[in-house]
């Protein structure tokens, strides 16, 4: 008979305590009517602080290990979670804001959402395929639903089916892939499956074919070249709420996957993913950069910018080296920042029947509101990585990873294809200090949204300012 451990449970806590608070939520919402919906999204955050500090508390600079290595708690892994759980606190104040505005605030928009963070724990604390995987899928399972949130917006269904439908065949060649990796070490385990493929022949085909379709996996959760096909319609098709939600968190829990299976499993194939991930952040920054320049719509604008910033991130993963990684981890958090408030400032000009996703519904919006417009131009700039925004210290810490294994040919790709992207960013900000209004709509929001969209752009300078503070955590944590 086996005796179960009750301190096994300890490294668990941020998860139990943020499953227990969405139990809670579940059962009080059936219960409540539309007009006190606030008591769920009210519930809902402070089940997230609690999960905060319940990750404070568990955290430390040692790894634990525990039910037969498939779950791992180590320093990446607390910095990650916290990333993920203060942007998802953000992203539910801008979502509140949207929804009222478009009486669609029901609780089961806050219950998915919360699904889907503990969907992206489970993934960032994964130390095996097996519940890599699903965490992997309960956060698939949660975005579907979302995509689909507004029942009376047509292109939203297409793009939540074109999400299903190329997520699931993405989920099953992850999956080909594990049960190859599975054949071929016999384990499930991140750590067995290491020493597994450091012991086994070079040139084992049957790695190589298994590293392929997980690569596979990966570059479709992240939306990489040539993966990307459900990037720019599902960003224009879903309620602006999600598509903020969609574009920001779920980058750090994608960089967590990669970082689980290529890294902590796999590091001995770097030589062939390297080559693999140098062809996706290529064609990602190429593709991504050129098609934006095209784009008056500023969600399919955001989307190829996405598309273009997953390769910066591949850059820092494939350099191999411990720099590399922090780098990697210090894009994927200030990224994940950056997107929300690129689309929180399309929530704040949204109203009931309007929603402001062109570029041309963003003219001069330094007369109309001229905190706002410095705020956006803030955000434009990080994401053009023009100094002395935070942006530009990611891109720089990137390159200098890549640089540092003998890749100045890549190093000088990607700044070429940065220093095109940049047109579209300065055309925005044109756009908002150059342009003459033609709405005169005074801009209203809710307190606690305005402080949010402050903090989210005055982040991107302070952050810019002392980039060694959030760095020096990163690169902590990677250890």
């Given at each position: 008979?086996?005796?179960?451990?009750?301190?096994?449970l300890?490294?668990?806590?941020?998860?139990?305590?943020?499953l227990?608070?969405?139990s809670?939520?579940?059962v009080?919402?059936l219960?409540?009517?539309?007009?006190?919906r606030?008591?769920?999204?009210?519930?809902?955050?402070?089940?997230?602080?609690?999960?905060?500090?319940?990750?404070v508390?568990?955290?430390?600079?040692?790894?634990?290990?525990?039910?037969?290595?498939?779950?791992?708690?180590?320093?990446?892994?607390?910095?990650?979670?916290i990333?993920?759980?203060?942007?998802?606190?953000?992203?539910?104040?801008?979502?509140?804001?949207?929804?009222?505005?478009?009486?669609?605030f029901?609780g089961?928009f806050i219950?998915?959402?919360?699904?889907?963070?503990?969907?992206?724990?489970?993934?960032?604390?994964?130390?095996s395929?097996?519940?890599?995987?699903l965490?992997?899928?309960?956060l698939?399972?949660?975005?579907?639903?979302l995509?689909?949130?507004?029942?009376?917006k047509?292109?939203?269904?297409?793009?939540?089916?074109?999400?299903?439908?190329?997520?699931a065949?993405a989920s099953?060649?992850l999956?080909?892939?594990?049960?190859?990796?599975?054949?071929a070490?016999?384990?499930?385990?991140?750590?067995?499956v290491?020493?597994a493929?450091?012991?086994?022949?070079?040139?084992?085909?049957?790695?190589?074919?298994?590293?392929?379709f997980?690569?596979i996996?990966?570059?479709?959760?992240?939306?990489?070249?040539?993966f990307?096909?459900?990037?720019?319609?599902v960003?224009?098709?879903?309620?602006?709420?999600?598509?903020l939600?969609?574009?920001?968190v779920?980058?750090?829990?994608?960089f967590?996957?990669?970082m689980?299976?290529?890294?902590?499993?796999?590091?001995?194939?770097h030589?062939?993913?390297?080559?693999?991930?140098?062809?996706?952040?290529?064609?990602?920054?190429?593709?991504?950069?050129?098609?934006?320049i095209?784009?008056?719509?500023?969600?399919?604008?955001?989307a190829?910018s996405?598309?273009?910033?997953?390769?910066?991130?591949?850059?820092?993963i494939?350099?191999?080296?411990?720099?590399?990684y922090?780098?990697?981890?210090?894009y994927?958090?200030?990224?994940?920042?950056?997107?929300m408030?690129g689309?929180?400032?399309?929530?704040l000009?949204?109203?009931k029947?309007?929603e402001?996703?062109?570029?041309?519904?963003?003219?001069g919006?330094?007369q109309?509101?001229?905190?706002?417009?410095?705020?956006?131009?803030?955000?434009m700039?990080?994401?053009?990585?023009?100094?002395?925004?935070?942006?530009?210290f990611?891109?720089?810490?990137?390159l200098?990873?890549?640089?540092?294994?003998?890749?100045?040919?890549?190093?000088?790709?990607?700044v070429?294809?940065?220093i095109i992207?940049?047109?579209y960013y300065?055309?925005?900000?044109?756009?908002?200090?150059?342009?003459?209004?033609?709405?005169?709509?005074?801009?209203?929001?809710?307190?606690?949204?305005?402080?949010?969209?402050?903090?989210?752009g005055?982040t991107?300078?302070?952050?810019?300012?002392?980039?060694?503070?959030?760095?020096t955590?990163?690169?902590?944590?990677i250890?």
């Amino acid at each position: 008979m086996m005796n179960f451990d009750f301190n096994s449970l300890v490294p668990l806590m941020p998860e139990i305590v943020l499953l227990t608070g969405l139990s809670i939520v579940l059962v009080i919402d059936l219960f409540l009517s539309q007009d006190k919906r606030i008591i769920t999204y009210s519930l809902a955050q402070l089940s997230l602080l609690a999960t905060i500090a319940a990750v404070v508390m568990v955290g430390g600079s040692h790894t634990d290990l525990v039910f037969d290595a498939n779950y791992i708690r180590d320093p990446m892994s607390d910095v990650l979670k916290i990333a993920t759980l203060v942007i998802s606190i953000a992203m539910l104040v801008y979502a509140k804001e949207f929804l009222q505005r478009h009486e669609m605030f029901k609780g089961d928009f806050i219950i998915l959402t919360l699904f889907a963070v503990f969907g992206m724990l489970v993934m960032i604390s994964a130390g095996s395929f097996l519940s890599l995987y699903l965490g992997l899928e309960l956060l698939a399972l949660s975005m579907y639903a979302l995509v689909a949130f507004d029942h009376e917006k047509s292109n939203g269904a297409e793009a939540a089916m074109k999400y299903f439908v190329l997520g699931a065949l993405a989920s099953g060649l992850l999956l080909y892939g594990i049960s190859m990796i599975y054949g071929a070490t016999g384990a499930l385990d991140f750590a067995s499956v290491s020493q597994a493929v450091a012991s086994a022949e070079q040139n084992n085909l049957i790695l190589v074919f298994g590293l392929v379709f997980l690569i596979i996996g990966i570059a479709f959760k992240f939306g990489a070249v040539p993966f990307h096909m459900w990037v720019p319609d599902v960003y224009q098709g879903a309620p602006t709420a999600v598509t903020l939600f969609i574009g920001s968190v779920p980058k750090i829990a994608a960089f967590a996957l990669t970082m689980r299976i290529l890294v902590d499993g796999l590091s001995a194939l770097h030589a062939d993913w390297q080559g693999m991930l140098v062809i996706l952040a290529v064609l990602s920054m190429a593709v991504g950069n050129i098609i934006a320049i095209a784009q008056t719509n500023l969600r399919r604008m955001l989307a190829y910018s996405t598309i273009s910033h997953v390769g910066f991130i591949f850059l820092g993963i494939l350099a191999g080296t411990s720099e590399g990684y922090a780098a990697s981890m210090f894009y994927a958090i200030v990224y994940s920042v950056m997107a929300m408030g690129g689309f929180g400032m399309i929530v704040l000009m949204s109203r009931k029947g309007f929603e402001a996703d062109n570029i041309e519904d963003l003219k001069g919006l330094n007369q109309r509101n001229p905190w706002y417009a410095g705020m956006m131009m803030l955000i434009m700039f990080s994401m053009a990585g023009v100094p002395p925004t935070v942006g530009f210290f990611a891109k720089l810490f990137v390159l200098d990873a890549v640089i540092s294994v003998d890749l100045v040919w890549l190093a000088l790709v990607a700044v070429a294809f940065s220093i095109i992207g940049a047109f579209y960013y300065l055309r925005v900000v044109k756009t908002i200090y150059f342009d003459q209004p033609e709405d005169e709509t005074p801009l209203v929001a809710s307190t606690d949204t305005q402080i949010i969209f402050s903090l989210n752009g005055l982040t991107m300078l302070a952050l810019g300012l002392f980039p060694a503070s959030l760095m020096t955590v990163c690169s902590v944590a990677i250890g």
